[in-house]
């Protein structure tokens, strides 16, 4: 059949341009039994901890420590040689009245095994806590920290806000409190690291410190508050901080342009 014409287009869907334009991310999960909590009533310059499973490499140490607001500077290292930044470091009182709470983390390069210490090198001071964990999908870069806040006071309601900007990323919130442990309550919108509370005992409530860190998931930015709670008015300082993804938070999707693809064409 002459000038007969046959031509088949095809258009694309938006929609799945659309869906396959959607970066891919590594799933943000806790490394399983690396939790741990440790405390000390005894005078020194450091306290440590082995952890709780082997920290593989390219997961992130997240370190909370809580001490006598003692002034000098605090300082995370650990027997495999990874590097740790302090990501947020505040103090409530000073000398031995109040609270210190810090936040470190650290990309991990060589693993940490069970037989290995994570270290907090501090100020010359009595009481002090620290916890630990590890998590695996999360941006390993100097730049891994979101956005990040902190709060201090003297109250039974410790809190602190902050807005999220990357759309995926790991909240943690740290607690330091001038009070035996069992005067503390977690945020129960968070999961509670190693399922306890750190806390040094003995002597009258402001001769202890307790502490404690917990985290979520989160899949979209917007504003997040950590609030747990004291029994009993307390001096207490807390932290909220946000580390990206191993995409560094999430890339936007890309728009999708329409394509028209000619499949064929006869004269």
Known sequence: MKNLRFK???VLSALVLALCALPVHAAITEVSAVGV??????SGTTISKTPGATVPANALVVVVWAGDPASGTVSCSDDAGNTYTVNLDISNGSGTSGVRT???????TSSISTSQSI???HPTLTARIMVLDAFNGLDQSGSRVDVSNSATGTSTTPSVTKSTIASSTLLIGGLGAETVSSSLSQDLTYTLVASSFAGTSGGGDTSNISGLMEFKVLSSAGSQTFAPSISAS???G???IAYKDAAGGGAPARVPKLTTMKIGQQE
């Open 8 to 10: 088949f287009q095809i």
């Open 37 to 42: 909590t440790n405390s000390s009533k005894t």
């Open 102 to 108: 810090v936040i470190c983390s650290a990309p991990v």
């Open 119 to 121: 270290i907090v090198t």
């Open 234 to 236: 307390k001096a207490w």
């Open 238 to 240: 807390a932290l909220i």
